[in-house]
């Protein structure tokens, strides 16, 4: 049995639907930050969420969550990453929709919204993994507009927003934008060597 | 000195998420509203969902079908959830297979003299009026006006058309197909649908690193206040959803 | 493939038929022998202006009726009653088979015509209306009576007779170039199974080229004049083309009796 980071749900605790979280992760802790994100979420506050992903296809994250002992199918992916993959999207798992490029970030926040509005649950969020990876796909500019439009557009309609970068990976003009709009910060993206 | 107080316009919803916001309400009524686009754009999806959403709230409406066979029309819309055949079933959406419509009014030719164009306006404007149809998509004007020999009588076919709808408080889209040439998207495909029409809604493509992103933008609406902006368009199962476009995402 | 003809019928038929007469066959060929004037085989076309007595020749070649039930008239301007009360006054056989396309494409088009004039002028009622909306398919197109005309002839048998009376209707409704590529495919069907085929078609009804292809189609070209002479109408049917027998080339002078029907009169041969 992992143990979850219970830093992580004491500061989601805090938050509101309103709420922007920008969750920054490093390279060696990224599966237990997200996991300690998404169990307080999930079963803790039972919230329903969409889990964008364009660092991993959506069934190795499934995967990965299962392994450390986290169910995650209450919740819908959007997989940015699996339809660039020949056969990539052939899987079991009925939970998960395609967008064919992480270029094609106003599909992303769309169907998000779309799948939050037909899932019938009160409360939702929408977890963006990762800044990183998308920055491979989009210039620094259009990724900033768009992670402005991504925060507001989740603001207006309480969804809470999280959104996670490596920090010392992500483009400094990208990083400033989300400490400006992010109302929080988890931050968990420096390695204590101990 | 008192100002005159303002004058809003009665509004038709259109029950599609973002359009209304970006009409501030929705159409004007009665207006005809050219639905402009590339193929695969979405066009006929916007329409059945504007229809839909009216036979929701007990509206009469009904579909001219130009482009594709009405059984096909169906048969394609059903796969989207905000579609409920049970509308077509119970007669608050009419489906007419425009040349059914030709066969019976003796219009099975290639081209239409001035008689043809009022034969086939009087027979829309009085299914409309008889079953009083508040909404009401042809799809598409453009195949239509392929029929009508010149621009002068395309002109007259269209302006009679949406006199008489608009009459008759019927709020229209005149589905109308173009193509995009040279990146830029015409607005209709004789040049004279656009200046008719009370406003003009164009669908297309923008390219973005190769791949091809659908967006809509409200060219012209009159007797209304609208967003000129590009929107990117979804066509999810429960129908069109629009987002504002990037503005750093759209290469010219 | 070659058609096997039954020996008893090769005796029956042999190799010519008659015209309509046999009074017209001895003058046609003159010889005096009733053999009948026209090669087993043969297409005829016969043209002239209107009131020249071809719809009654069309009549009388195809009263000839060796075989009934292998013998049509296709008339594209008369009714039934009209034809029967011809064969009735000649006391022509009247069990032939026949077709009356004209009436039949009257009933079909006028029908809907004037259904569409009532949607036009008086609009659609609401039970039209709701009918609209449940109609998903055009009912069935024009009827194609070409084709079928091709049909119909290109289902005799052997030694068969049928006659076209007038190809007008057709050249004014069909594509030229299809009707004459039909015609082609009847002739060779004729000549095939040694039919007798005659077509009549009005002057001015067809393009010169066309005129030009029926007469090369055909093996017998007959021109239908009437004139005034006197006070009295002048009959007359020029033989300007028979195949491989140019010395039945002729004019013929013919008036119209109340017992034989087109009675020859007059030969005047050319060659």
């Avoid at chain 1, 490029?101 to 939050?116: F, N, Q």
């Avoid at chain 2, 009588?153 to 006199?163: A, E, M, V």
């Amino acid at each position: 049995m992992i143990e979850y980071d219970a830093g992580i749900a004491e500061q989601l605790s805090q938050v509101t639907t309103t709420s922007s979280v920008q969750v920054r992760v490093g390279t060696s802790n990224s599966e237990m930050v997200l996991a300690s994100v998404l169990q307080p979420l999930i079963q803790g506050f039972g919230m329903g969420g969409v889990y964008i992903t364009a660092s991993k296809t959506a069934p190795n994250v499934i995967e990965m969550m299962n392994t450390i002992g986290l169910d995650v199918s209450p919740i819908h992916f959007i997989d940015c990453v699996s339809p660039g993959i020949l056969g990539g999207t052939q899987n079991p798992y009925a939970n998960i929709g395609y967008v064919d490029s992480p270029i094609m970030l106003e599909s992303m926040l769309l169907r998000s919204l779309h799948y939050l509005e037909n899932s019938g649950s009160q409360q939702n969020f929408v977890i963006l993994d990762s800044v990183n990876a998308l920055s491979i796909y989009n210039e620094e500019r259009i990724l900033a507009e768009y992670l402005h439009t991504f925060i507001n557009t989740c603001q207006n309609r309480q969804i809470l927003s999280l959104i996670v970068n490596v920090p010392d990976q992500t483009p400094a003009g990208v990083l400033a934008n989300m400490d400006l709009y992010c109302s929080d910060l988890i931050d968990r993206g420096q390695v204590v060597i101990n | 000195m008192l100002g005159a107080p303002s004058y809003e316009r009665d509004r038709c919803v259109t029950g599609i998420r973002g359009l209304d916001e970006i009409l501030r309400g929705g159409i004007p009524y009665g207006s005809a509203i050219l639905v402009s686009g590339t193929c695969g754009s979405g066009k006929t999806t916007l329409g059945m969902e504007f229809l839909m959403n009216g036979a929701r709230s007990g509206e009469a409406c009904a579909h001219f079908s130009a482009t594709e066979p009405s059984v096909k029309l169906l048969e394609n819309v059903r796969q989207f959830s905000f579609f409920d055949m049970s509308a077509v079933d119970q007669g608050l959406i009419n489906v007419f297979d425009m040349d059914v419509l030709f066969s019976w009014l003796g219009l099975d030719k290639s081209t239409f003299n001035l008689d043809d164009i009022d034969a086939m306006v009087k027979a829309i404007t009085d299914i409309v009026n008889t079953i009083g149809v508040t909404r009401l998509v042809i799809d598409s004007v453009t195949s239509l006006c392929y029929k009508v020999p010149n621009e002068q009588l395309i002109r007259d076919f269209l302006f009679k058309l949406g006199k008489s709808l608009s009459t008759l408080g019927c709020t229209t889209l005149l589905i109308a197909e173009i193509t995009s040439v040279g990146g830029t998207a015409h607005r209709s495909a004789f040049g004279v649908e656009e200046a008719i029409a009370d406003g003009i809604i164009v669908l297309g493509d923008v390219e973005r690193m190769g791949h091809l992103l659908r967006y809509l933008q409200v060219v012209k609406m009159r007797g209304t206040d609208h967003s000129r902006a590009k929107y990117a368009l979804e066509l999810t199962r429960s129908g069109v959803m629009l987002t504002p476009m990037l503005k750093w995402g759209v290469s010219d | 493939m070659s058609i096997n003809f039954d020996s008893e019928d090769e005796e029956y038929y042999g190799d010519m038929g008659s015209i309509g007469s046999v009074k017209f066959d001895r003058i046609l060929t003159g010889t005096p022998h009733n053999t009948g004037s026209i090669p087993r085989g043969f297409s005829i076309l016969a043209s002239g202006n209107a009131g020249a007595g071809m719809d009654l020749f069309a009549k009388q070649f195809a009263s000839v009726a060796e075989d009934p039930e292998n013998t049509i008239l296709i008339s594209t301007s008369e009714t039934s009653n009209e034809i029967l009360s011809v064969y009735r006054k000649y006391d022509w056989p009247t069990d032939i088979r026949v077709r009356t396309m004209g009436e039949e494409y009257n009933t079909e088009v006028l029908t809907r015509e004037l259904a569409a004039s009532r949607y036009r002028i008086e609009g659609f009622t609401l039970s039209d209306i709701q009918k609209l909306a449940q109609t998903r398919f055009v009912e069935q197109k024009n009827h194609d009576f070409l084709t079928d005309l091709a049909t119909q002839v290109t289902s005799l048998g052997p030694y068969f007779r049928a006659v076209i009376d007038s190809l007008d209707f057709f050249y004014s409704r069909f594509d030229p170039a299809r009707v004459t590529s039909m015609l082609r495919i009847m002739q060779a069907h004729a000549q095939r199974n040694r039919g007798l085929l005659l077509l009549t078609v009005s002057d001015q009804a067809v393009e010169k080229s066309t005129e030009r292809e029926l007469m090369a189609i055909c093996d017998i070209v007959m021109e239908f004049e009437v004139g005034m002479r006197g006070s009295d109408f002048d009959t007359r049917m020029v033989i300007r083309r028979f195949r491989n027998a140019p010395e039945n080339l002729a004019f013929i002078t013919f008036r119209v009796t109340p017992e034989e029907a087109i009675t020859p009169e007059t030969v005047e041969r050319v060659a």
